[in-house]
């Protein structure tokens, strides 16, 4: 055995399903803690625009000090790239916005439910945005997701229509991010991509909070919420959940680089069932037995249309195969 430092490079190169697994775990993981940290967050200081500049800017404070002891090297970003990453962290700091709004204002178990109906986003912008045809079966497959999150949102305790639409906002909002993103295919890495998008997206997020939320904070949200908690708690909670939130997000735009994008959507929804679980058993709210049953028809239904997806891929894949070797 030569170098001792290639060791872990062999691991990860020999056991490339293994180290995959392993991301999806961290990535759920890091996503339970956020989720639970944050509602803590609100039901103290229910100021998501606010919190939502926090989220980046700890994370881009981060990033520069990785950069900084060169974990990972900065990569260099020229005009081209800026212009092309510009979209993609505008669409992230609108999702990112709107989650949050989302999650203060209802239940998280709610939020990601409606979340949940991102793939469905996706398939709309395929067909009437960028045009592609889906077979009627897809849209069919589809039928279960809208019941399901309709059943849970008709007897959802905690629901109101800010919650309801801002998260709906956000599934627009990030459909066009992932748009965005395959414009943005470049050779450099997902680590310093999210980094530079997450110091864009910070920009966009800051003008809207101090339109928002910035009188109020000054005259007493941020006093109220440290007569509440204490100065030390306030700030350490906002330290925390801005790396957890950090490291959730870099952690999927990791994943992403590794398995294909539908793999990635699955994945996501899959985190979903997890978080809703855990928020539940976490903050101990209600849900109506009609409203269970709607979250699991749902998230049942995108399993079902991810399927069915997966599997027409697949035939796609196979014609075009046998189309070339019969040339
Ligand atoms: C956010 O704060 O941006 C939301 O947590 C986004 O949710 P998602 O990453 O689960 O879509």
């Known amino acids: 055995d030569s170098a001792g430092e290639a060791a872990p490079v062999r691991f990860f190169d020999r056991y490339p399903a293994l180290v995959t697994g392993f991301f ?3 990535w759920y993981f890091l996503n339970v803690i956020f989720n639970i940290l944050n509602k803590r967050i609100y039901n103290y200081f229910p100021y998501p625009y606010f919190v939502s500049v926090i989220h980046l800017l700890v994370g881009v404070v981060y990033c520069l000090v990785s950069w900084a002891v060169g974990l990972p090297k900065r990569a260099p970003i020229d005009s081209k790239l800026l212009k ?12 990112h916005v709107t989650s949050n709004v989302s999650f203060a204002a209802v239940a998280v178990s709610f939020t990601h439910t409606i979340k949940a109906l991102e793939p469905f986003f996706n398939a709309a912008a395929s067909q009437f945005i960028l045009g592609q ?5 897809l849209w069919l497959s589809l039928a279960p997701v809208v019941i399901g999150v309709s059943m849970a949102s008709l007897t959802e305790l905690s629901f109101n229509w800010t919650g309801f639409i801002s998260a709906m906002i956000s599934n627009i909002s990030f459909t066009y991010r992932s748009i965005y993103s395959k414009k943005a295919m470049t050779d450099m890495d997902s ?3 999210y980094a530079y998008i997450s110091i864009i997206a910070l920009f966009v997020c800051i003008p809207p909070a101090i339109i928002v939320e910035g009188p109020q904070l000054i005259k007493h949200g941020l006093s109220d919420a ?12 906002l330290f925390w959940v801005g790396m957890f939130y950090h490291l959730y997000n870099q952690l999927a735009t990791n994943t992403l680089e590794r398995v294909a994008p539908l793999t990635h959507a699955v994945g996501n929804v899959l985190k979903r069932v997890f978080v809703i679980g855990f928020s539940i058993l976490a903050f101990g709210n209600k849900i109506s037995t009609q409203t269970g049953i709607g979250t699991v028809i749902a998230i049942a239904g995108v399993a079902a249309y991810s399927y069915i997806k997966a599997q027409m891929e697949e035939e796609k894949r196979v014609s075009i195969i046998l189309l070339y070797n019969h040339h």
């Open 24 to 26: 999806f775990f961290m």
């Open 84 to 95: 092309l990453l510009i979209p993609v962290a505008v669409c992230h700091a609108l999702g």
């Open 133 to 137: 045809q889906l077979p009627l079966t």
């Open 191 to 193: 680590t310093n991509i």
């Open 226 to 237: 440290i007569s509440k908690v204490g100065m030390v708690k306030f700030i350490s909670d």
